[in-house]
């Protein structure tokens, strides 16, 4: 319908103010605009719509269906993909990283599978090594904080130099096995720990002991018994004060053999001594001395090799014969002994191993420390 000015300005426009009428004409433009466009585009802002071929839609079908098998990871494999699948998933199990399986796979050669398995062989044996090395190093640590705890020491792990030397020697940048300096870290590490810093020089004198054996099951209760009761009998720790107690065995064990034990204690020359205990002669000497917590034996070997290890000292072999010389003295026996009804326990022990002053001109001893 069309509207002429006259019936435009009396319905839209009269009475109105000049900023009105101004309103009114722009949006009049922007209707006049808007015709025009349309009737220049009659096509402008309609959306095609194209259907396709029955063909078409099956083809994409297939496309989206595979799309959505490889979004929700489904697959379908052949029987010889599965094989291979099978046999990537047993070398990795064996802990093979991917480059070797492939290599293995690719090329079926069994001489490179065999160098391909040494090789990992190796690996292994390396991080077993490097795991061993660090078990060591705690089972040491764990034996001085119980050492210290049984014998109410004060001992602060951050501040005992020892410790804090094998701690410098391991690099938090090198804990994984595989990176070619950690095991010297390691190695370094062992060393430092395994060698003793507080290891005393002392001197025995010649003495007269009085001597429990026995052979067979419990070798070291049995001959403590009989010990224990000689000297309970003989109020030792009363006519003898500075008593002391050693013990070796004698034979060592060896391959869960019946082995032997054999204990002395201080007597006065002159004491009688029953049988089956036997009065004897101790000859003394210089011992390398290193105190443990009872229980603690594997400390005999960082003693074996500090003595090894000495520029001043040599192991010195004497009798008894039993440990090759060494003895293990009970520490504090007239503490132990003095009261009957309240005997406390040995909880201290002496590692003594026998030594002589290194010949300067013969380098090392030709003696053999024992295992």
Known sequence: MMISPESYYEEYLKGKT?????????GLKQEIGHLKNSMENPYDGMKTVIHPSEDTRIYWSREYLD?????????MYDESAVRRLQQIITLRKLRLPLKKIALILNDMDQVKIVKTFQESVCELDAEIAALETIRNILCAFIAQLNTAAQTQVKFDLFDNAELMSVMQ???????????????DD?????????TLTNVRVIYLPPCTVAASYHLGVNPEDNASKALH????????????PDLRVWGFNNPSPSDHETYG???????????DVPAPLQKKQFSGGLYAAHCIKMGDFQ??????????NSTEYAYDAREPLGMGGCLEEHLNAYSYYKDAKKAAKFIQLDLLTPITLRDPVGGRDKNKLPL
């Open 18 to 26: 000049k900023e009105e009428i101004m309103t009114a004409i722009r």
């Open 67 to 75: 799309i959505a098998k490889e979004a929700y990871s489904y697959r």
């Open 169 to 183: 020697t391991l690099s938090l940048t090198k804990i994984h096995f595989k990176e070619g300096r950690s095991m």
């Open 186 to 194: 390691l190695n370094r590490a062992n060393e430092t720990l395994s």
């Open 229 to 240: 009761t000689f000297i309970r009998n003989n109020e030792l720790e009363k006519i003898k």
């Open 261 to 271: 034990y054999e204990l002395w204690v201080t007597i006065p020359d002159a004491l």
């Open 299 to 308: 400390e005999w070997q960082r003693l074996h090799k500090w003595v090894e």
